[in-house]
């Protein structure tokens, strides 16, 4: 009879704060105003010897480093990727949308925005840039007319009679 698989880290909770931490990475709200505002600094990033690649390829959209261009472009492919730019789509959450869900204003939708992958070295030396551009909606009403049966407005034989008159 085989033995009861034993388990080997029952007191390891210091541990796992240890392991959260250092797998901790940006929120989507500090990777929107990278790429409103530092995009250009972090593509063009100093020599830095302890990051990986030297820290001359990095993925805006993830915030994470790469050791050399292939690897970035293989990133680019990755569901993570596409997944994170899905997830940027949506215009982040402020304080201004918290007071408004608190009561102190009118709901607004958040607005979608086109994202693209960041471009290459090669891309980005020819001048191309990495862009966030806002999709307008059209406002979507309120309350929609689902149904479309007439309202009851007290006349309930002549309703009978119309659902007993034989279609033509």
């Not at 388990?7 to 990777?31: A, V």
């Not at 010897?49 to 293989?74: M, S, V, W």
């Not at 994170?84 to 201004?96: F, G, N, Q, S």
Request: aromatic residues 8%; hydrophobic residues 30%; glycine residues 4%.
């Amino acid at each position: 009879m085989p033995y009861a698989r034993k388990k080997m880290h029952d007191g390891d909770t210091h541990l796992r704060r240890r392991w959260r931490l250092r797998n901790r990475q940006k929120d989507l709200d500090e990777i929107d105003t990278d790429l409103q505002q530092n995009s250009e600094k972090l593509l063009n990033q100093e020599v830095d010897l302890d990051k990986p690649g030297f820290a001359q390829f990095y993925c805006i959209h993830c915030a994470t480093y790469y050791i050399n261009e292939r690897a970035l472009q293989d990133h680019f492919r990755t569901k993570v990727h596409k997944r994170r730019l899905k997830a940027l789509e949506v215009e982040p959450y402020t304080v201004d949308d918290s007071l408004r869900a608190a009561g102190q204003g009118s709901f607004i939708h958040p607005q979608k925005r086109k994202m693209e992958t960041q471009p290459s070295k090669e891309q980005y030396a020819a001048g191309k840039r990495v862009k966030v551009d806002v999709v307008i909606e059209e406002e979507k009403p309120v309350k929609q007319n689902l149904s479309r049966v007439p309202k009851y407005d007290g006349q309930f034989g002549k309703i009978l009679d119309d659902l007993k008159a034989p279609a033509t």
